[in-house]
């Protein structure tokens, strides 16, 4: 899969060097570009940001850097180069994602969907955001899908700090990425439910407060059927306690909500 990521902070990028996007990126299966937005300012002082035409506070961010970025990025080099990762030729156009608060709210369901993409574009917006026109000229000059992606309801500072959450959650859905895929099958949020509790060794455990607390017993009762049944209704438990929202929305568990969750 192929990432290009414009910022005018390209080094907050820098943790997708690490881990197993880091590995990911050297074993070839995501080829990542960071570019930085302000190479295509031409101004003296490389502006990127003017103030907001009808008043009000902030600055926003001027349509022509973003225009040449996109182009570069959409058009680049080796638009028609094999995706890494991919046997197909690339596709002549990214996927443009913007985040914005106002944006359709990440999910798992949609870092499904982008984890089949070959090739996804961000912009990171910064201060008061991007100009509307660079969206229209985005679809409508440039032929690429714009989607704007909020990670929740609240307000960040700049889209960097999303686009590291989402280039995570869609890049560990890519095979080979992560060690044992299996994994990824009972995650929370994979069908509509959270995870159950998880505990490793040692079974028993004292505190510092001298507090003993101890594993669930069927964890070790070595019986698959028991533990498969014991996690499916901690996960409707704590579906219920913590996400009741979630029950409502799928339905997918009648009578989940009357489990006498915590
Ligand atoms: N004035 C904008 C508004 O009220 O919708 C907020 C701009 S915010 C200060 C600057 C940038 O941070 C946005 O352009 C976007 O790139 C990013 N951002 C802020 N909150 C976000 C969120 N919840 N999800 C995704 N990106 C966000």
């Known amino acids: 899969m192929r990432l290009d990521v414009v910022s005018i902070f390209p080094e907050y990028l820098s ?4 881990s197993l996007i880091g590995k990911a990126r050297r074993d070839g299966l995501l080829d990542l570009r960071v570019h930085d937005l302000r190479d295509f300012a031409h101004d003296r002082h490389q502006s990127v940001d003017d103030t907001p035409y009808g008043g009000g506070a902030g600055m926003v961010m001027k349509p022509q850097p973003w225009a040449e970025a996109l182009a570069h990025v959409a058009g680049s080099d080796d638009g028609g180069a094999a995706v890494a990762g ?10 443009l994602i ?30 008061e955001g991007i100009d509307e026109r660079v ?28 686009v590291l ?14 060690g044992n895929a299996e994994s990824l099958v009972e995650e929370s949020h994979e069908d509509g439910l959270l995870e159950y509790p998880v505990y490793t060794k040692p079974s028993s455990w004292e ?16 019986d698959h059927g028991r533990i498969a049944a014991w996690r499916h209704q901690q ?3 704590r579906t219920a306690a913590r996400r009741p929202d979630l029950l409502h929305a799928s339905q997918a568990m009648p009578g989940a909500a009357a489990t006498g969750a915590l």
């Open 86 to 95: 991919s046997d197909d030729p690339a596709p002549a156009r990214p996927r």
């Open 165 to 178: 959450a989402i280039v995570e959650a869609v890049a560990r859905l890519l095979p080979g990425v992560i």
């Open 98 to 127: 913007v985040p914005g608060p106002g944006g359709v709210p990440f999910s798992q369901a949609l870092a499904r969907e982008l984890a089949g993409e070959p090739w996804l574009a961000f912009a990171c917006g910064r201060y």
């Open 235 to 237: 996960r409707l438990e």
């Open 15 to 18: 943790p997708l060097d690490l």
């Open 207 to 222: 505190s510092a407060s001298g507090v003993r607390r101890d594993v669930p017993p069927v964890l070790l009762s070595g």
């Open 135 to 162: 969206y229209e000229h985005a679809a409508q000059d440039l032929g690429l899908e714009v989607t704007v992606v909020s990670l929740g309801d609240y307000v960040l500072n700049g889209g960097e700090v999303a």
